[in-house]
């Protein structure tokens, strides 16, 4: 939606890494791939645009926006786009405990870390908070969205 309605440039990371072959070897456990981020990095070059992945805070930006998510609907939702229950489980645990959000902050600074609360949001409605952080309408929010309690 963003593509198409601002006609920004969009990257799906995890697609990438998977036809290009930007990773290291396959985690059997929890049948994925391990990213090769140097590679990633290397492949995308002086790149302009989005990239959607929650690997994306790894890579250069000018700010980075962590969607974020109700842990258990995330695990809901995870769960039904085929994604394994050990996974869908792990992933509802890091949101918890706001893993990518602390990784981001960490990495980027308060200052150019956003969050969306997507839990109750539709595509368009999400995809219209990103254009504002694109646009710089927006302030940044690193740690307004709590989910500890699903803990």
Not at 61 to 89: F, M, N, Q, T, Y
């Amino acid at each position: 939606m963003l593509a198409e309605d601002r006609g920004v440039p969009v990257v799906h990371l995890n697609d990438l890494i998977r036809e290009e072959g930007l990773y290291t070897e396959r985690d059997e456990e929890r049948d994925s791939l391990v990213a090769d981020l140097d590679a990633v990095a290397e492949h995308l070059g002086e790149w302009t645009g989005v990239v959607d992945s929650h690997l994306a805070h790894y890579l250069d930006a000018d700010r980075v926006a962590v969607l974020r998510c109700r842990p258990d609907v995330l695990e809901r939702r995870l769960v039904e786009r085929g994604e394994g229950e050990a996974s869908a489980r792990e992933n509802r645990e890091s949101e918890a405990l706001d893993v990518i959000l602390g990784e981001a902050v960490e990495r980027f600074g308060e200052d150019q870390v956003y969050e969306i609360d997507t839990t109750d949001r539709d595509p368009e409605a999400v995809a219209t908070e990103l254009g504002r952080v694109l646009d710089g309408d927006r302030e940044p929010s690193a740690g307004e969205v709590d989910f500890v309690e699903y803990l």
